[in-house]
Structures are given as structure tokens and as C-alpha cells.
């Protein structure tokens, strides 16, 4: 093992406060909330298990490590559904921050709210000011 991973071998807990892991070194049933995601599951209201820790170039500002939370996949429960009065109300939003408030027209995407406006009828109202 690497001094760099040896750095984030703490399984039992002792240094981190966490049991700790090196990259893709964590045991099989421990998953990151992302995981769970996408197995179907959610933590299920158990606290963080563990994480892994890594060094990283890009956060050398916040001293240079990463960390990724890791939940028991045993404690996991599965993900809710929405029910349909739920699905409803968030098409009927996301409806609304589609439609153009001048030109009353669905503009296929969520509106600028910088510009309050789809972009056709912003690029109207700058062409109007400049003139």
C-alpha cells in the first residue's frame, strides 16, 4: 500500500473519528448516499457508517483531501415514490417556469429568471430600447 493511501487507513475509527478508507478501498457494504441512489435505496435515517478520504490537486485550498460519506446498505430502506397528486404539482411548477409571462407561450425551457422573460421576447424588448 501506498503512503498515500496508508495516510487514510483508519478502519477502526481512531484517527478520523470515522472509520476511514482510501479510495475504492471501503468494505462492499458500505455505499455512498449517490450508490444507494442508484440501487434504489435511501440511508433510511441512519447516521454517516464511515468515508473515504483522497487526496486532491483541485481542493489543495482546503487542504488538498476529499471526502465521500459512506451508509450501512444493510440499514438502507427503499426510496419513496411520489404519489400522483405530487407528480401533478411538480408538472404544473415546472410548467410555470416555463411559460413566458408577455408572450404567455411555453418556451421548452426554464426561463432566465435574470430576464424574467423567454429569450425571444428579451431579445425583442433590447431591440425596442435601442432604437
Not at 404519489?83 to 411559460?99: D, E, G, P, S
Not at 422573460?117 to 431579445?123: I, Q, S
Request: aromatic share 8%.
Amino acid at each position: 500500500m501506498s503512503r498515500i493511501r496508508a495516510r487514510f487507513w483508519d478502519p477502526t475509527g481512531r484517527h478520523y473519528g470515522l472509520p476511514t478508507w482510501p479510495w475504492r478501498m471501503a468494505p462492499p457494504h458500505l455505499l455512498t448516499r449517490r450508490q444507494l441512489t442508484a440501487a434504489g435505496l435511501r440511508p433510511g435515517g441512519q447516521g454517516v457508517q464511515g468515508q473515504v478520504l483522497w487526496a486532491s490537486r483541485r481542493y489543495r485550498a482546503r487542504g488538498g483531501v476529499r471526502a465521500a460519506y459512506l451508509y450501512d446498505v444493510r440499514f438502507a430502506l427503499p426510496k419513496r415514490t411520489a404519489t400522483v397528486r405530487q407528480r401533478a404539482a411538480l408538472a404544473k411548477a415546472n410548467a410555470a417556469r416555463r411559460t413566458c409571462p408577455h408572450c404567455q407561450r411555453d418556451a421548452g425551457y426554464v426561463l432566465p429568471r435574470h430576464l424574467g422573460l423567454c429569450l425571444d421576447c428579451a431579445d425583442r424588448r433590447e431591440m425596442e430600447r435601442a432604437a
